[in-house]
Structures are given as structure tokens and as C-alpha cells.
Antibody
Framework: QITLKESGPTLVKPTQTLTLTCTFS??????????VGWIRQPPGKALEWLAL?????????RYSPSVKSRLTITKDTSKNQVVLTMTNMDPVDTATYYC????????????????WGQGTLVTVSA | DIVMTQSPDSPAVSLGERATINCKSS????????????LAWYQQKPGQPPRLLIS???TRESGVPDRFSGSGSGTDFNLTISSLQAEDVAVYYC?????????FGQGTRLEIK
């Protein structure tokens, strides 16, 4: 059974750094074709992909160009965890943040998300 | 970036009737080398995370009722629910995975008439 769960603060102040942890089970990030991504959803709005990390140790990260300068994604394969940090938080970053397992199409290096966590609502306010 | 545009925004359909949601991409998501469309559909019920319904434009995931079907190719795609059930009330999103960054449509909120 594949599960993912997000954890982290529910409230951060403007300019602070957000750190979110995704703890997963039922799969390994050492397995070729597997990745974990972060997607956010502002209240009442659409989904926005943020970042992805995958099995390849040499080149294992991708970021959304719109927020790339503010994001860092890392993995701890032994702990089955993926961590996302986002710097310089702003009220417009208020959203539910989801982590999700990525199903990779290795022939084309593309992916979609086949399992999702429940999400965690992060509010940015002074 | 490939822009995904869904229509209509918020259709209302009677129980038992057919519901169709359209998704258009700003460029083709058909990969010529394998003739596959890199298009997925997700369902998000209130208070829940998205659920993958369909990948490759028309391949239903395990456990998805067969009243859900996907069709289309290139830049124009449809998600069809053949006979709408009350539990199908949700927001539906398309996503392209042809190119990076992956992108989602703005969502279609399906309601009961």
C-alpha cells in the first residue's frame, strides 16, 4: 500500500523560510522510474507543480521556473522522506501543499502523479 | 510552457446524463516516436487530494469506474462520464506531461443540475 503524508508548519510569517517534509511508504526512491513531487493549490484555485526529485543520484531534481530561485528539494532515501524548502514566503504562497508519487516515463523523462498525500494547508501571515 | 485550457468552467448535468469536459493544450502533446498522448486527468472531490483517473489520454487507472473515459489526440481532449452519479461531483483537472514544466488546466467544477 502506497501512502504519502506531508508535515510542517501551518503558519509562517512573510519573508520566513518554509520547510515541508513528505514521509512516504510502499515504494522506494531508489527504484528507477519513481519520483516524488510537490504541488500546491491556493484556496479555491488550480494545481501548480513546484518541484520533483527522483531516483537518479547524479541529476535528480527539477523545479518550476516560476519559483525555482526560492526552492530546494532533497531526499533521504533511507528514511523514505523528501523535504521541500521555500524561501522568502509571501501571503500569495498561502496554499495547500501536496506531495505526490511520480510515475516516470523513462523513455521521455516525463511523469504524472499516481498517488497523492492528503495535503497540508500553509498560511502566510504576519 | 504548455498552457492547458479547460471548458466549460462549471457545467451542471442531471444525474444519469452524460457529462463531457474538454481540455485543449497550446501545443501538441502527442509524442511521435510512440504515438502516445501525454495527457492525464485527475478528479478532486471537496476536501480531498486529487486522484488520478486517466493517463495517456485514454487509459483508465485501476479501480476507476468504466463510466469514465478519455479521448482525443494532439491538442484536443475530452473526459466523459457516461452516466453521472452523485459521487462524481468534483473538480476535474487535465495535466500534460509531454514537456517540462508539467502543467495543469485551471479545473472544471462539475455539479448536479
Amino acid at each position: 500500500q502506497i501512502t504519502l503524508k506531508e508535515s510542517g508548519p501551518t503558519l509562517v510569517k512573510p519573508t520566513q523560510t518554509l520547510t515541508l517534509t513528505c514521509t512516504f511508504s510502499g515504494f522506494s526512491l531508489s527504484t528507477r522510474g519513481v519520483g516524488v513531487g510537490w504541488i500546491r493549490q491556493p484556496p479555491g484555485k488550480a494545481l501548480e507543480w513546484l518541484a520533483l526529485i527522483y531516483w537518479d543520484d547524479d541529476d535528480d531534481k527539477r523545479y518550476s521556473p516560476s519559483v525555482k530561485s526560492r526552492l530546494t528539494i532533497t531526499k533521504d532515501t533511507s528514511k523514505n522522506q523528501v523535504v521541500l524548502t521555500m524561501t522568502n514566503m509571501d501571503p500569495v504562497d498561502t496554499a495547500t501543499y501536496y506531495c505526490a508519487k511520480a510515475h516516470f516515463v523513462t523513455s521521455s523523462w516525463s511523469y504524472y502523479f499516481d498517488y497523492w498525500g492528503q495535503g497540508t494547508l500553509v498560511t502566510v501571515s504576519a | 510552457d504548455i498552457v492547458m485550457t479547460q471548458s466549460p468552467d462549471s457545467p451542471a448535468v442531471s444525474l444519469g446524463e452524460r457529462a463531457t469536459i474538454n481540455c485543449k493544450s497550446s501545443q501538441s502533446v502527442l509524442y511521435s516516436s510512440n504515438n502516445k498522448n501525454y495527457l492525464a486527468w485527475y478528479q478532486q472531490k471537496p476536501g480531498q487530494p486529487p486522484r488520478l483517473l486517466i493517463s495517456w489520454a485514454s487509459t483508465r487507472e485501476s479501480g476507476v469506474p468504466d463510466r469514465f473515459s478519455g479521448s482525443g489526440s494532439g491538442t484536443d481532449f475530452n473526459l466523459t462520464i457516461s452516466s453521472l452519479q452523485a459521487e462524481d461531483v468534483a473538480v476535474y483537472y487535465c495535466q500534460q506531461y509531454y514537456d517540462n514544466p508539467i502543467t495543469f488546466g485551471q479545473g472544471t467544477r462539475l455539479e448536479i443540475k
